[in-house]
Structure formats: C-alpha cells, structure tokens
C-alpha cells in the first residue's frame, strides 16, 4: 500500500518561530489512524506546542510502546529521536536514556491498553522515581487494533458497539498518578485544542514526572450511544476545573482574558503557568484536594479536565541520584574506568 507524501512547497510568507521554523518542520508523516480520530487531534496539538515554545526537534527523544496511540510519534515530530518499544515497556526504556542523556526532552506517548493493563506496573515506577518526562496517554477506553475489546480505563457500565456491558470498574490513571508521586497532573480532551495545548506546553516545560490523560475518541469501535468515551458524552459531562496559559519568560506578551481570578505558578526553568479558576474552590496546589474532587465529580457522572495538580519546587530522579550533569556519551574513559583503587573506595563506603 502506498501513501501520498506531504508536500515541501512552503510558501514565503509562512509563519516562523523564533528559531526560524515552521509549524511543518514539527510535523511527521501522514497519519494512518481512522480518519477522524481523535489521537490525530493531540499529535497536531503537540506539533503546535513545540512550535511556539520554540524547541529544537533534534532536542527531542520521544518513545511509545504498542497500539494506535503509540504509532502516533511517525506522526510529529519527525526530525526529533523516537523508538517504539514492545507493549507496556516504553517507561523503562525512557527512564534508561533519560539517565544516560539529560540534555533532551522526553516524551512518552502511550495508550490505556499500553499503560493501564500491561504496563500500569511501568507507569507506577516512572511516575514514583520521579522521572523528568512528559507522559501523554492518549485514552479511549478500548483496544482500537485489536477490534474493540473493553480495555482497563472502560467506565463500569459503558456499552461497546453491540451493545456489551462492561462490568469491571476501571483503573484511573490521573488517580494512580496523583496518589504515586507525579508533580504535574492534568486531564484533557482531544476535541478541546485551547485547553490541551497549553498543557502540553506547560508539561514539557515542567521539570519532573509530568502526565496527561488525554480523552480521544476512537471513531470506530467507542464513538457511539452509552460509551463514556464518545465525542458528545465527553462534552456533555466536560468540568474544567481551570483555563491554563503558559507565559514564557520572553518578550511581554498580552492577552485578553475573561472576568475571573488568576493563579500564577512559576516553574522550574522561568515559565509561568497562568491559571484561570472556573471552580470557585479549586486548588490545584493540593494533592489531597485534586484526589477527592476527581471522586466526587466522578460519581456525578462528569470528566474533569484541566491542570489538576502541579508541584512547582519538584525534584527530578537526576537530583534524587546525584548523577552528572554530562551525558554519558560525552565522559572520557578516565571517568568511565577510574581503576581499581577508586571501586575500591566505592565498596569500602558501602561497608
């Protein structure tokens, strides 16, 4: 099967960032997912945020595992590192070049069936050793490759396409990050582009274990009456707890905003978090808070979405280890083999 290749006429006038680069220079291949899909949605919405935060794609390393959210790095990106990993292993293998290779930006791209059934053991590790990544899981409640079986993120009581109910209760991701450790946690929609891309752009901004439950529609198998996962039941029961917008610390930026009170929160490399509060008693400073106001508005029947949690003064695994600041490509053999003496120092402290 052949597929048409993008076209690399790029008109003069054609917006550039900072760097001098276009928004086609983030993108990859062309998309092979079920048109309509709404994993395409947040492939384009990180194309847009690496864009404007004017990140150099060779700078990124980005990782998956299997399903149809992990194909979808071929899709962004394209000039950046990327390996697919077997099924549930891509927080292992990130974790392992994140040690090796500080100086990129991580990315891990997973699904439900890829990080709640297979691999929640390896979401549970990366996310308490407090790994500095951006985790997007791109979830829509049912394994789209392997014809429409209910996967472990399904709501209780969801009906497949012929009419199936599924009677298991489904595992939380954004529940199971709070509670392990994560210092950025948010929740999003696919159809809801001025909410997702600045968190995506918050998150890769963010120092630390950084995860995104992304909700995304599969328009084959879970986009249809009595799945808590279709596009209209998603809007329907949508509360956004904040309205995020991220302000780096460049030039003064100005933008017009609706009535209501901000919340500031600095990061770690200077950029700022704007968030705007449409839940009236929302702290999304308060781990506990953001755990019991998932349940609560959960057994309403609604999705939250927004920034839930974010920890400003986070620390990274790099900190926790006290590795170097070089990576371990760029270390002489005089560092790698101090000889004899020096392992025998290394054991004697371990005595």
Do not use: W
């Amino acid at each position: 099967m052949t597929y048409l290749a993008k076209p690399k006429l790029i008109r003069p006038d054609t917006p550039k960032n900072a760097l001098g680069y276009t928004r086609r220079d983030y993108e990859g291949a062309i998309s092979t997912l079920c048109a309509g899909c709404g994993h395409d949605s947040i492939s384009a919405a990180i194309v847009q945020a690496a864009f404007d935060l004017d990140i150099e794609p060779h700078r990124v390393a980005k990782l998956s595992g299997i399903g149809c959210s992990s194909k979808t790095p071929d899709y962004f990106l394209g000039n950046s590192h990327g390996f697919n990993s077997v099924h549930g292993r891509m927080p292992s293998v990130l974790t392992g070049a994140a040690l090796a290779n500080r100086d990129l930006i991580y990315l891990g791209v997973s699904g439900d069936g890829d990080s709640a059934s297979i691999g929640i053991g390896q979401f549970a590790h990366v996310m308490r050793r407090g790994v500095n990544m951006t985790y997007i899981v791109e979830n829509n409640g049912v394994y789209g490759l392997t014809k429409g079986q209910f996967s472990a993120t399904t709501d209780k009581g969801s009906k497949n396409k012929r009419g199936v109910v599924n009677t298991d209760n489904p595992i939380d991701l954004v529940g199971l990050a709070l509670q392990l450790g994560a210092s950025y946690v948010a929740r999003s929609f696919s159809g809801d582009k001025e909410q997702l891309i600045p968190l995506i752009k918050g998150a890769l901004c963010h120092r630390g274990p950084a995860f995104i439950d992304v909700i995304s529609p599969c328009v084959t198998f879970n986009n249809h009456s009595g799945s808590t996962k279709s596009y209209d039941y998603v809007r329907e029961h949508n509360e956004a707890v904040n309205r995020v917008e991220v302000i780096l610390p460049r030039a003064p930026i100005t933008a017009a905003y609706e009535p209501g009170s901000l919340r500031r929160v600095v990061q770690h490399d200077g950029s700022v978090l704007h968030l705007r509060k449409l839940a009236e008693d929302y702290d999304p400073t308060d781990r506990i808070g953001a755990m019991n106001h998932l349940h609560e508005r959960h057994s309403l029947g609604e999705i939250v979405t927004g920034l839930l949690y974010v920890d400003s003064s986070a620390e990274d695994l790099h900190r926790h280890l006290n590795t170097v600041e070089k990576p371990l490509n760029k270390l002489g053999d005089a560092y790698l083999c101090p000889g004899s003496q020096a392992l025998a120092a290394l054991n004697d402290s371990l005595r």
